[in-house]
Nanobody, 116 residues
Framework: QVQLVESGGGSVQAGGSLSLSCAAS????????MGWYRQAPGKQREMVAT???????DYADSVKGRFSISRDNAGRTVYLQMNSLTPTDTAVYYC??????????WGQGTQVTVSS
């Protein structure tokens, strides 16, 4: 089991930026994929951005061009830079990891609130 601890988030006005960090208990290069998901009230959890051990990234269409996922290969941290935020980005954001054996782990979540 991989422990994940998120930090960052908070409240911002529309058009602003926020940055999230996720610290993993294992080196990132040992994990198949890490990513960020979000869940808004009354909605299902959805993928926001992922990054594989090879460095390939994937983004939800709704955040392409605004969000950027990156990682610290020398360490155990994945980042999500969020720019041009809109109220529709308001949600609890969760860090996720997946091992090469397919086991998934989740962080506790961090709230992002964007006001208009």
């Amino acid at each position: 089991q991989v422990q994940l601890v998120e930090s960052g988030g908070g409240s911002v006005q529309a058009g602003g930026s926020l940055s999230l960090s996720c610290a993993a208990s294992k080196p990132i290069f040992t994990l198949r994929r890490m990513g960020w998901y979000r869940q808004a009230p009354g909605k299902q959890r959805e993928m926001v951005a992922t990054i594989t051990s090879g460095g390939n990234t994937d983004y939800a269409d709704s955040v392409k061009g605004r969000f950027s996922i990156s990682r610290d290969n020398a360490g155990r941290t994945v980042y999500l830079q969020m720019n041009s935020l809109t109220p529709t980005d308001t949600a609890v954001y969760y860090c996720n990891s997946q091992t090469f054996s397919g086991r998934a782990s989740w962080g506790q979540g961090t709230q992002v609130t964007v006001s208009s």
